[in-house]
């Protein structure tokens, strides 16, 4: 049961949800937008989140659009991750997705859910960062389109009331070889101690990753890194792992040194198997 009482909004266009979020926040009553709402429902149970207002993206034409078009492939914010397996518009995306949850949660968790929630974990995010995809956001300014490095690459960047309307991505990186593979600590429906997905593209191999450190992120150094053919692939991993971009997380999950034991052998499987792929 959730303890509070709070607002509830359903808009119809992209213009009314930015203005109830505007009327709610002058209000004082912190609004969220909400499309699937796992993490709110879950969180409020909790007590780990109060609301006063929440703004239902479900209604908004745009953010339930998925489709390719004109080279390019888009997806709204409030395709729910089923939708997303179940089309296999973009199979490193759907393959991600088919094991974020199980399938009644999947039923529920959305695209915009997974990138702008407040677990870190984010999985659905790393084949964006890999397509070098743009995001479409609504706010008080109006409408921008901005690479989701920008915005979304480890920690969330999105301004006060900002809306994730849909993410775009070049077409041909949709067909291109990948890896995804997840590591739990024991059942396969968990939160990750390891997850890599991997593209390869024209110019070497692309890498994200998510549950190894508290962000989900793609880094061009490590990228650089692991792509040095004058280095034995062992070596070229032990060096990104030394580079790490953030802290490698020690929790109830696993410890920092197993962690790093997952990711040096996940790696290794997934940098040989991406290797081994043509174009």
């Given amino acids: 049961m959730i303890s509070f009482d709070f607002q509830y909004e359903r808009p119809e266009s992209i213009e009314e949800a930015v203005q109830a979020f505007q009327r709610a926040d002058s209000a004082g009553l912190e609004p969220i937008y ?42 709204g914010s409030a395709i729910t991750l089923t939708n997303v397996v179940e089309a ?10 088919r094991n974020v949850a199980d399938f009644t949660n999947r039923n529920k968790i959305t695209i915009g859910g997974n990138l702008c929630g407040k677990f870190y974990y984010r999985e659905a995010l790393l084949p964006f960062l890999l ?30 009331g ?20 997840k590591k739990t ?12 997905t991997g593209l390869r593209a024209a110019e070497g191999i692309r890498m994200a990753f998510s ?45 920092a040194a197993y962690r790093t034991f997952v990711l040096r052998n996940t790696l290794t499987d997934a940098m040989e198997a991406l290797e081994r792929r043509r174009l």
């Fill in 88 to 97: 296999n518009l973009y199979p490193l995306l759907s393959e991600t997705s």
């Fill in 131 to 160: 397509a070098d995809s743009q995001v479409v956001l609504a706010g008080a300014g109006g409408l921008r389109q901005v690479p989701i490095d920008l915005v979304m690459n480890g920690e969330p960047r999105l301004e006060k």
């Fill in 185 to 196: 600590k024991q059942e396969k429906i968990d939160y990750p101690i390891v997850r890599v």
């Fill in 34 to 75: 909400y499309s699937g709402g796992t993490e709110i429902i879950s969180m409020a149970r909790l007590n780990l989140l109060r609301t006063g207002a929440v703004i239902d993206i479900k209604g908004i034409p745009e953010c339930n659009v998925m489709a390719v078009r004109q080279d390019r492939f888009v997806i």
């Fill in 211 to 255: 549950g190894v450190s508290e962000a989900a992120f793609r880094s061009r150094e490590l990228e650089e890194v692991l792509n040095d053919t004058a280095l034995p692939v062992q070596e070229r991993i032990e060096v990104a792992i030394r580079r790490w971009p953030y802290p490698i997380l020690n929790d109830i999950l696993s410890s």
């Fill in 162 to 181: 900002e809306l994730l309307v849909q993410i775009i991505s070049e077409a041909r990186y949709l067909a291109l070889p990948f890896i995804t593979v």
